[in-house]
């Protein structure tokens, strides 16, 4: 009998208490033991529910029982869930967990600790929920030299995005309305902004190259300026708009960035919608390899998680090799980063915008007209520099909005 505690009783915690009961044949089948949540740790009561029974309030009850052997850690934040997860694996209890802000600040640490005291730190639920990125990532790509890693990693804003683009709605009113279904919380700040897709793409971006890469030092921009224009220009263009988290290997330099960008109808990630995540994956052998699923969401992050325990079962008294080293690995300078942009300029016809000064600021452009739109015209830019781009559009004072292009 292999015993277990999970901290943190919400919408995550109590689906691992639900997969591991509901699945108890089927994680013993591949354990080869029975699974039992023996504590649930959390500051609330939940009174008339079974988990009552088992509910404790103080972790030194958990860390101080030798009968368990995985801690399960679904309470979000960075403290005390880092303090709580560093003190068991240092008991040599493994642990595992959810929390992409937590593993983004101190996973390298942790698996350190894991390392030392011969136990083990998962944490495969905290990029894509229940998309299986992290394992593959460890196990079944380590033949390649991974190049680039972009991909949707927040439902939130793919939800807010696939609307906009569907229905022709405003920003404000398709957040709202996700807000009424629970896609978004009353603060969305963490999703429609783009840091809770930066410390995603930073736990990948650190896992391919082996050390640290810090979300602050990640350029990460959000979805709140994106307008029905906008969209409107990606349909003339045969695209639409996804916010990407982005890892690029360039010339021996390592880039990341999260951003809106225009996905072609020639990409996979064109058709992945409403609240799926998907991640595509480009190594020098085995070329592109796209994981899409459900990105968040009670049962898929559980199923996730529970996964992460029956990993650590089997691997008990040993340690999974994993290569992400403390050492902070510096990106490259994004101002020389390379992108094709859309640049949307107000003018009431073509004719008024300066071609000369277009050219001589952005190069050669494609033009592109969108149904509909009579008060602008916009265009397509060359790849040029993050840091020349800048300029060039610092001399106009009519430009409506930029967008980079994913093709």
């Not at 229940?130 to 593959?136: D, E, F, L, V, Y």
């Not at 350029?219 to 307008?227: A, F, N, Q, R």
């Not at 990106?331 to 016809?349: M, T």
Request: hydrophobic residues 40%; proline residues 2%; contains cysteine.
């Amino acid at each position: 009998m292999v015993k277990v505690a999970v901290l943190g009783y919400g919408t995550v915690g109590s689906g691992v208490v639900e997969v591991i009961r509901t699945n108890k044949e089927i994680i013993k089948k591949h354990t080869g033991e029975d699974v039992e949540v023996k504590y649930v740790l959390d500051l609330r009561e939940f009174e008339g529910d079974p988990i009552q029974e088992i509910l404790v309030h103080d972790y030194d009850t958990i860390l101080k029982d030798d009968e368990i052997q995985v801690v399960v850690e679904v309470m979000g934040g960075v403290e005390p869930a880092h303090t709580f997860v560093k003190q068991a694996l240092e008991l040599g209890k493994s642990a595992c967990t959810s929390n992409k802000e937590m593993v983004a600040k101190h996973g390298a640490e942790l698996i350190a600790i894991a390392k030392e005291h011969q136990c083990n730190f998962f944490y495969e639920a905290s990029v894509g929920g229940g998309i299986p990125i992290i394992r593959p990532l460890l196990t079944s790509l380590t033949c390649d030299d991974i190049t680039e890693v972009y991909g949707i990693l927040n439902g939130t804003t793919n939800y807010i995005l696939t609307k906009m683009n569907e229905e022709g709605s405003d920003f404000d009113e398709v957040l709202k309305e996700a807000q009424d279904k629970g896609y978004a919380e009353r603060n969305p700040e963490a999703d429609v902004e783009g840091y809770d897709a930066c410390r995603k793409i930073a736990i990948l971006s650190s896992l391919i190259c082996g050390q640290q890469v810090d979300y602050e030092d990640v350029h990460t921009e959000g979805i709140s300026k994106i307008t029905t224009h906008d969209f409107a220009y990606a349909k003339a263009l045969k695209a639409s708009i996804k916010l990407l988290g982005v890892y690029n290997k360039v010339d021996g330099k390592n880039y990341a960035m999260v951003a809106p960008m225009l996905v072609s109808q020639k990409s996979p990630l064109y058709h992945v919608n409403d609240v799926f995540n998907a991640i595509m994956v480009h190594g020098n052998m085995v070329d592109d390899v796209m994981f899409y699923g459900r990105g968040a969401g009670k049962e898929a992050t559980a199923s996730a998680v529970v996964s992460d325990v029956v990993e650590c079962i089997k691997n008990q008294g040993s340690t999974v090799p994993q290569e992400w080293k403390q050492e902070k690995l510096t990106l490259g300078d994004f101002d020389s980063w390379k992108h094709k942009f859309l640049v949307r300029v107000k003018s009431e016809d073509i004719d008024d915008v300066n071609m000369d000064a277009v050219k001589a600021a952005f190069g050669d452009v494609m033009y592109v007209r969108a149904t509909g739109i009579v008060d602008e015209v916009a265009f397509v830019t060359k790849p040029m520099t993050e840091a020349d781009f800048k300029a060039a559009v610092e001399g106009f004072d009519n430009v409506e909005n930029t967008i980079r292009l994913s093709f």
